[in-house]
């Protein structure tokens, strides 16, 4: 029965093949940076003060004219270096951590370091969300922090 053999061994790859083949286009589909700016960026002009205070929870400060025009919100949120860059290598990082700890090597990593970043909401006066954008809290420090 060689040609048997031949068979499984040619599933086998098939298998090994469509499997990288996912686990890819999984990663992959992890780009766009922050879950946050990916959904800020899609709501805006559809977006509600109440749709994004569910999302996100109270802002920390909230800013609304008293004679009507838009109102700003800010929220202030921790981001790591993986939460930043926009391809995100964590599927290889779980796999990597998996093989360390079946060689008894352990799981400890490092703890990421965390940044401090602003989210500045423009709301219009019908409570839509209008504009956003996303800055360090002290401007620089990310730059400083990973500078070599």
């Known amino acids: 029965m060689p040609g048997s053999t031949f068979s499984i061994q040619n599933n086998c790859s098939h298998f090994v093949l469509w499997s990288l083949v996912i686990t890819l286009v999984m990663t992959l589909s992890g780009c766009g940076g922050p879950w946050r700016d990916v959904y800020l960026k899609k709501g805006v002009g559809r977006l509600t003060q109440e749709d994004i205070r ?63 970043y602003r989210y500045a909401l423009t709301f219009s006066e019908d409570k839509t969300l209008k504009t956003w954008n996303r800055e360090e809290c002290v401007p620089g420090t990310r730059k400083t922090l990973t500078a070599k």
């Open 54 to 116: 569910e999302r996100l929870g109270p802002p920390h400060t909230a800013k609304t004219p008293a004679l009507g025009g838009d109102s700003l919100w800010t929220y202030r949120f921790p981001l790591s270096e993986q939460d930043l860059t926009s391809w995100r290598s964590s599927v290889l990082g779980d796999a990597s951590n998996s093989i360390t700890s079946m060689m008894g090597k352990g799981t400890e990593t490092a703890k990421p370091t965390l940044y401090c």
